[in-house]
């Protein structure tokens, strides 16, 4: 059975850092991009960032450049993203996913999801 299992969510106030974590199990992610996704309520689910497994390759969300920081380790099959100086907006559930296919920024292509934790920022 495969399974994502993101982990390191929590309340943190404006201006504060998060690591989140993600855990694939399952099968094996060799050759597959990771990304990480949000969703906040009544709005559409957003990019995040993503790194294809060679590490070359590492695209950003606008509204995160600069700030966040995707990371992978191939050998502990593990995803992160460390994000610093959050921002109110940045509230949302944060999904980690796993994608064979080439278009690492559009959340269509992931076959793969967790099922999310939750990134509070407070003002």
């Known amino acids: 059975q495969v399974q994502l299992v993101e982990s390191g969510g929590g309340l943190v106030q404006d201006g504060g850092s998060l690591r989140l974590s993600c855990a694939a199990s399952g099968r094996s992610f060799s050759g597959y991009a990771m990304g990480w996704f949000r969703q906040a309520p009544g709005k559409e689910r957003e990019f995040v960032a993503a790194?294809?497994?060679?590490?070359?390759?590492?695209y950003y969300g606008e509204s995160v450049k600069g700030r966040f920081t995707i990371s992978r380790d191939n050998a502990k099959n593990t995803v992160a993203l460390q994000m610093n100086s959050l921002k109110p907006e940045d509230t949302a559930l944060y999904y980690c996913a796993a994608t064979g296919g080439a278009r690492m920024s559009d959340w269509r292509g992931y076959g793969y999801w967790g099922q999310g934790t939750q990134v509070t920022v407070s003002s």
């Open positions: 790194i294809s497994w060679s590490h070359v390759t590492i």
